[in-house]
């Protein structure tokens, strides 16, 4: 039975109420009794030796508790964040970058701390750490990933002397090579993936706190969940048991990624605490997040799709230069690597790929998985190639895609990469994705834009992603006294909706009041094995965990109901949230049950004690949402300037928990998606000056940049895992950077212009792509739009 909170229906977030009215509880808005304030002193130089740090001023500065060094932190025996791969995908790892929370010996990008300075208050810590006199001596730096890694280049690290962390590579590299000579047609294309920032809507702050009594550190911070800042901080870093150090995370500001892992400020006021005896907190700002969190994306792509005389694919290779910062971030060279390879043929029938991957160390901030994660990277290659050869060849886009996919009646379905897709309708969401678009009214639509004086472009994009999965995830449902259900889960919500979604499945699996259900996930001292909200993995992974726990209930509740009614358990049937005596009236609630037992003595050995159950899910594989999205663009040919004037998606998520939930991961995306395409972009100077340092420099897309979208689904469940779902939170940005830049090309081409343009896109680019070419003026009907 479907409730009315039950699984489909569209819930309104119920956390919402306490986020939106200013009541939430950020990690900023903790506070504990005696803690002190912390202030990092951050390097000013892209690259160089640190030659002395002169902290005495400092120290005797008012309210001055200490100062803090690399030094330091190295003589107490603190380990370093690591590169740390996940299970499922074998690679070799990259050159050993450990970061240190403070740098020691020499610093390797602007921002990254060098000095912590401790003291009462915020304002005595900013003041003692302008007294700080630290002698860096200036190394040659190096930004651009090509730059990097041509001869001569300074190396970031000297066990890289080329800046080359690793080179990865996949495929049958002969049997492609023969099937690019053997080909009708070739398209090559030389692409680039643009540096951006997450900029979720809470920086990054922390509280670290140290216990004496039992050697015990507790971290406060926000994160994307518990278990894998322990396994970071308790392996790596302070070499301890996981029971001496309590994660804590209150509600979560966004997180896109970039709160996955500790950071070096997280790893220094741990320090801190302990050393002082005291709380020590620390409050991030905006401009540090640009400064020294994870970055993401930045890469050159050297790519090509061999085409038979039909127009069948044959082959893709991909070279790309992948950059990865100063440091290896702990999942970064993993995700961008295994991602977009396994990522590549899409929902396409491509029977070879071809993929090398160099990993490249750069003086910038490290980069980390960030929405998309290098899925966004597969499908803007992939793409890019499809919509460039269906020009050049003159087939009509739509046509080219359609020779090529992969057909319903081929599923379960192998790809090139190894992935097997194991549900998926592609013709038929492609031709949903159509009529949503109303594709065939175009032209209508591209000769009211001209009349207005704007050129209007069309986009299309198909995609298949690789999420979830790795490598397991536990849930715990627990039945309390006051005839609550507490769902207890390893994940964390940044804006998800985990307290809404998780509870509809558990009111739909157990049929008991939407109400009466809470979700739980924010503190390590108690939570079931898991890992963490990344990948899209929190409902595949969580939410199966939810229903196996849900579903031990059921058969615990089936025992002792049989027992409590003195009937068989073989005349029971759970229905509606109660377990019914078949062929009679006589029943008992699963929560007035729970009640029951609680008071029950003498239980028989074999029967239960309580109904709370533990749920364990570990998935086959990674799991494959889908989807097609169509973008149509104008653009002012005088300025350059490109509006995003309708979107529409059309996506299979599998299962739909919660549509209103889902939808909003979809517009989310696909805003994330426009910006990277049309206004974001991080920039350094040779120098290794960041130049896009705040967001007077680093645009970010708003409302009025983005149309209205229109979004819908084509859902076939996934085999995969017991409630069919696929996760839907990188679909958007997956679907839409192709779409927009295919749609701005597309424009750029209908003008007259030869040259195609890639990321990012800029009014400048182009105007330059249309100064030579002759668009027919004509009287605007409406004001001139201003620029975002």
Not at 174 to 200: D, I, S
Not at 237 to 255: L, Q, Y
Not at 568 to 581: I, M, P, Q, T, W
Request: proline share 6%.
């Amino acid at each position: 039975m479907t409730h009315k909170f039950g699984i489909s229906q569209p819930v309104r977030r119920r956390e919402d109420g306490r986020l939106i009215t200013g009541t939430g509880s950020f990690t900023d808005d903790v506070n504990v009794p005696g803690q002190a304030r912390a202030v990092f002193l951050r390097s000013s130089h892209g690259h160089g030796l640190i030659r002395s740090i002169d902290a005495g001023a400092a120290r005797k500065a008012p309210g001055v508790l200490a100062v803090m060094t690399g030094e330091d932190l190295r003589a107490a025996g603190v380990g370093y964040i690591p590169y740390l791969p996940l299970g499922g995908f074998t690679m070799d790892p990259p050159t050993d970058t450990p970061r240190p929370a403070l740098a020691q010996d020499r610093v390797r990008h602007v921002g990254e701390p060098i000095v912590m300075v401790v003291a009462e208050t915020v304002a005595q810590a900013m003041d003692a750490s302008e007294k700080v006199l630290v002698n860096v001596e200036p190394l040659p730096a190096v930004t651009d990933v090509e730059r990097a890694v041509a001869e001569g280049a300074p190396a970031v690290w000297p066990a890289a002397p080329d800046n080359l962390a690793l080179t990865w590579r996949y495929g049958d590299r002969a049997a492609v090579e023969k099937a690019f000579t053997q080909a009708a047609h070739v398209t090559k294309l030389k692409l680039v993936n643009n540096r951006v920032l997450a900029n979720p809507i809470e920086p990054r702050s922390c509280i670290g706190a140290y216990n004496p009594g039992d050697e015990s550190f507790t971290l406060t911070a926000p994160s994307q969940g518990a278990h894998f800042f322990h396994r970071v901080l308790c392996e790596h870093v302070f070499h301890m048991p996981r029971e001496k150090m309590r994660i804590r995370t209150s509600d979560v500001g966004g997180a896109f990624g970039c709160k996955e892992q500790p950071y070096p400020e997280d790893i220094a006021v741990l320090h801190a605490a302990k050393m002082l005896g005291r709380p020590v907190k620390w409050s991030g700002t905006r401009s540090e997040h640009f400064l020294s969190d994870n970055h993401a994306r930045d890469a050159v792509i050297e790519a090509a799709l061999a085409l038979d005389a039909s127009g069948r694919f044959l082959a893709i290779k991909a070279t790309i230069l992948d950059g990865i910062g100063a440091y290896c971030s702990c999942h970064g060279a993993h995700i961008s690597i295994r991602n977009t390879t396994n990522g590549l043929p899409l929902m396409y029938d491509v029977p070879l790929l071809d993929v090398e991957i160099r990993l490249v160390l750069t003086n910038t901030a490290p980069i980390g998985p960030y929405r998309g994660a290098g899925r966004e990277q597969a499908s803007y290659i992939t793409e890019r190639l499809v919509d460039q050869a269906a020009r050049e060849l003159g087939i009509d886009p739509v046509d080219l895609r359609r020779r090529n996919l992969i057909a319903t009646k081929a599923i379960p379905y192998k790809s090139a990469s190894g992935q097997t897709y194991d549900s998926g309708d592609f013709e038929g969401l492609l031709d949903k994705t159509l009529v949503l678009a109303d594709w065939d009214g175009f032209d209508d639509r591209a000769r009211a834009s001209a009349a207005n004086g704007r050129i209007r472009g069309r986009g299309l994009s198909c995609f298949v992603e690789c999420v979830g999965a790795y490598p397991f995830e536990g849930a715990d449902i627990r039945f309390a006294p006051d005839g609550t259900v507490t769902v207890v889960t390893a994940t964390q919500s940044s804006g998800q909706g985990h307290e809404t979604s998780f509870a509809q499945l558990a009111t739909e699996r157990l049929g008991v009041p939407f109400d009466k259900v809470r979700i739980k996930e924010n503190d390590s001292s108690d939570l079931p094995k898991g890992l963490a909200s990344v990948g899209s993995r929190s409902m595949i992974m969580a939410g199966s965990a939810i229903a196996i726990a849900g579903d031990a209930v059921i058969e615990k509740g089936r025992s002792l109901a049989s027992h409590v009614l003195e009937v068989s358990k073989a005349d029971l049937e759970f229905r509606d949230g109660s377990f019914c005596v078949r062929g009679t009236d006589i029943s008992i609630g699963l929560l007035d049950l729970a009640m029951k037992v609680r008071s029950l003595r003498d239980l028989p050995p074999d029967l239960p004690a309580t109904l709370d159950s533990t749920g364990e899910f570990t998935a086959p594989g990674l799991h494959h949402p889908n989807g097609s999205h169509v973008c149509e663009v104008e653009i002012d040919p005088e300025t350059g300037k490109v509006d995003v004037v309708a979107y529409c998606a059309v996506d299979d998520v599998g299962t739909i928990i919660n549509p209103l939930i889902v939808h909003g991961q979809i517009h989310g995306g696909v805003a994330q998606g426009i910006g990277q395409v049309l206004l974001e972009r991080i920039a350094y100077d040779d120098d290794g000056q960041l130049i896009t340092g705040s967001l007077m420099d680093y645009g970010l897309p708003r409302a009025d940049n983005l149309p209205a979208l229109n979004v819908d689904f084509h859902p076939t469940p996934s085999t995969k895992n017991p409630i069919g779902v696929k996760g839907s939170g990188e679909c958007g940005v997956t679907g839409s950077i192709p779409a927009v830049l295919n749609a701005v090309n597309d424009a750029l081409a209908r003008a007259g212009a030869v040259t195609a343009i890639g990321l990012p896109v800029t009014p400048e680019k182009i105007w330059r792509c249309l100064r030579d070419v002759k668009v027919p003026k004509a009287r605007r009907r409406g004001p001139r739009p201003r620029f975002a």
